[in-house]
């Protein structure tokens, strides 16, 4: 019984310490704050609307935030034989806006609107209806970071199947930090 509670315990919190959806490739573990609103995606594959999720959201992490970051939004199927993965956003020179909050989170804003605009959620009405996985992922930006042309291309011309690992690679990019997932349903 201990060594079955044990197991189930560890199981658990391997579970509830990935940010990033299971299979996921790059794991991330820490928590990307993304909030609509004033709906905040408090667990990685909460349910939202198109119409929660049609603002661009404001993102944070927790505790000081002292880079410059980018911030990347895609959209990934949640079953077989569905569309593959679309790159929907990726904005750069997010900087905190100031100290963190009571509860230890530090806002990240941006004036930037590339090099991948904002582009909400907005999966087609299916039959039968079935969720869309929006992974947000986080990195610290490079000083003084262009976007490299390999890069530049992925992000113009391949949005419909967009490679994460592929990406950070041509971007000149380490892990991302911080991420989080929600789904929204067509």
């Known amino acids: 019984m201990k060594a ?17 959806p299971a299979g996921f490739t790059p794991a991330v573990k820490e928590k990307l704050e993304v909030t609509f609103g004033t709906k905040n995606v408090a667990t990685g594959g909460q349910a939202m609307t198109k119409a929660d999720t049609a603002r661009q959201p404001t993102i944070g992490i927790s505790g000081p935030a002292n880079e410059t970051y980018i911030w990347m939004m895609i959209d990934q199927p949640t079953s077989a034989g569905k569309p593959a993965t679309y790159l929907h956003t990726v904005l750069r020179d ?21 090099p991948v605009s904002w582009f909400g959620p907005a999966p087609p009405a299916e039959n039968p209806p079935h969720p869309h996985r929006y992974t947000n992922l986080l990195w610290v930006q490079p000083a003084n970071w262009q976007v490299p042309s ?7 011309n391949q949005k419909l199947g967009f490679d994460v690992p592929k990406f950070i690679t041509a971007a000149g990019l380490s892990n991302p930090i911080a991420a989080n997932y929600f789904n929204v349903t067509g």
């Open 150 to 156: 390999a890069a530049s291309t992925m992000l113009q």
């Open 94 to 114: 997010f900087k905190a806006s100031g100290a963190a909050s009571a509860a230890g989170i530090t806002t990240l804003k941006t004036t930037a609107t590339g």
């Open 4 to 20: 079955t509670n044990i197991v189930s315990a560890l199981l658990l919190a391997g579970v509830t310490s990935a940010q990033t």
